[in-house]
T-cell receptor, first 115, second 114 residues
Framework: AAGVIQSPRHLIKEKRETATLKCYPI?????VYWYQQGPGQDPQFLIS???????DKGSIPDRFSAQQFSDYHSELNMSSLELGDSALYFC??????????????FGPGTRLTVL | AQSVSQHNHHVILSEAASLELGCNYSYGGTVNLFWYVQYPGQHLQLLLK??????LVKGIKGFEAEFIKSKFSFNLRKPSVQWSDTAEYFC????????????FGSGTRLLVRP
């Protein structure tokens, strides 16, 4: 079965650089969630999209932005990277319909290291 | 605001021992409840979920969990653990009246000794 695809899997950047993380949801899933998991931490919700519109926003820095495209893939853009941005970034997708209740399927994550 | 508490941060068991991991949540409305497992170096995988109905839910790999509404708890259990159960376990909730974003507990790192 198709799973959530994230690219790249690993990314190394210098401070103040920019990074773009991509997420390809499971086919026919119209909702995407982004989570950040710092070292030894639990995943923290960043932002979500439903039908290409932002549906919720969590503790996402202003330096980060994200969008969902017409093919439902999503990109997380991170600028002016800081050491503290080093983390595992998970994307999850679900076939959420309005009022529906569905589990989220997680991708393998992108491990971002900021030097 | 929703929050999730997992009381055991590290658990060490021998194979065949029984497991119970505690999870309590704080939220006044209706929630969905999940347990996810993260094996070393891997992504989160769903163990089991509770939306409604029978409060005792069975998941994969012999895991089960019981939702006790009066205690705001959703404890994970397994009668006999195996070495391959070594992983980190996260309890999570989402609110029915929200975007369904998941709020995770701090996780429990389980080590099963052969």
């Amino acid at each position: 079965a198709a799973g959530v695809i994230q690219s790249p899997r690993h990314l190394i950047k210098e401070k103040r650089e920019t990074a773009t993380l991509k997420c390809y949801p499971i086919p026919r899933h119209d909702t995407v969630y982004w989570y950040q998991q710092g070292p030894g931490q639990d995943p923290q919700f960043l932002i979500s999209f439903y039908e290409k519109m932002q549906s919720d926003k969590g503790s996402i820095p202003d330096r980060f932005s994200a969008q969902q495209f017409s093919d439902y893939h999503s990109e997380l853009n991170m600028s002016s990277l800081e050491l503290g941005d080093s983390a595992l970034y998970f994307c999850a997708s679900s076939p959420q319909e309005r009022g529906g209740i569905y589990e989220q399927f997680f991708g393998p994550g992108t491990r971002l290291t900021v030097l | 605001a929703q929050s999730v508490s997992q009381h055991n941060h590290h658990v060490i068991l021998s194979e065949a021992a029984s497991l119970e991991l505690g999870c309590n949540y704080s939220y006044g409305g209706t929630v969905n409840l999940f347990w996810y497992v993260q094996y070393p170096g891997q992504h989160l995988q769903l163990l089991l979920k509770y939306f409604s109905g029978d409060p005792l839910v069975k998941g994969i790999k012999g895991f089960e969990a019981e939702f006790i509404k009066s205690k705001f708890s959703f404890n994970l259990r397994k009668p006999s653990v195996q070495w391959s159960d070594t992983a980190e376990y996260f309890c999570a909730v989402n609110a029915v009246d929200s975007s369904y974003k998941l709020i995770f507990g701090s996780g429990t790192r389980l080590l099963v000794r052969p």
